[in-house]
């Protein structure tokens, strides 16, 4: 069973910044396409950014381009999400999810990944 673990999350003010983390022993990152969705109360699960195999290609959802940046360290099989410049309707609870590779997709919806972490919670206080 694959384990995706989240971390960092808390309470932070706008304005302020903080550092989730997804840990993914399990994974190879090269054969994955790793990213962050979010999910406000009341709200769909959306898409925030993915960072896609070998490569590392990167993608950021327009309401978070310039100030969250997706990144990973593939000797520690760890993804991360650096947030920035935080606004109150960034808070919710952000998701890891690892899709693995097998030919085109789009990687922005929820429905492709096949593992998924239980989630961190950010809150925003303004």
């Known amino acids: 069973q694959v384990q995706l673990v989240e971390s960092g999350g808390g309470l932070v003010q706008v304005g302020g910044s903080l550092r989730l983390s997804c840990a993914a022993p399990?994974?190879?990152?090269?054969?994955?396409?790793m990213a962050w969705f979010r999910q406000a109360p009341g709200k769909e699960r959306e898409f925030v950014s993915v960072i896609i195999g070998n490569n590392g290609v990167t993608y950021d959802a327009d309401s978070v381009k310039g100030r969250f940046t997706i990144s990973r360290d593939n000797a520690k099989n760890t993804v991360y999400l650096q947030m920035n410049s935080l606004k109150p309707e960034d808070a919710a609870v952000y998701y890891c999810a690892a899709h693995r590779l097998r030919g085109r997709v789009d990687v922005t919806q929820r429905g492709n990944y096949d593992y998924w972490g239980q989630g961190t919670q950010v809150t925003v206080s303004s």
């Open positions: 399990e994974l190879t990152f090269s054969n994955y396409a």
